[in-house]
Nanobody, 117 residues
Framework: QVQLVESGGGLVQAGGSLRLSCAAS????????RGWYRQAPGKQRELVAA???????NYADSVKGRFTISNDNAKNTVYLQMNSLKPEDTAIYYC???????????WGQGTQVTVSS
């Protein structure tokens, strides 16, 4: 199994920056994909950024050029650097990984990001 613990959310003014962290433990060798999703009130959960085990990345159009996903293998931690934040980025952000060994998705507990105008 895989356990995920997120940190780094908070309140920031528009134009500001935040960095989210997601530390993985357990069967980390089985992780083949990592990513961040978000869910705003009344909306469906959506992909923000994703990274494969070989380092390929994918971003939602709404965050391209502003957000960067990265992974530190030594710390078993995936990050989401968020710059030039906008009020529409306000949401609960969830860390996600897919384990090939267990054949399932794992989710973090979620961290609130609020961007004030």
């Amino acid at each position: 199994q895989v356990q995920l613990v997120e940190s780094g959310g908070g309140l920031v003014q528009a134009g500001g920056s935040l960095r989210l962290s997601c530390a993985a433990s357990g069967s980390i060798f089985s992780i083949v994909a990592r990513g961040w999703y978000r869910q705003a009130p009344g909306k469906q959960r959506e992909l923000v950024a994703a990274m494969t085990s070989v380092g390929s990345t994918n971003y939602a159009d709404s965050v391209k050029g502003r957000f960067t996903i990265s992974n530190d293998n030594a710390k078993n931690t995936v990050y989401l650097q968020m710059n030039s934040l906008k009020p529409e980025d306000t949401a609960i952000y969830y860390c996600h990984v897919y384990s090939a060994t267990w054949g399932r998705d794992y989710w973090g507990q979620g961290t609130q990001v609020t961007v004030s105008s």
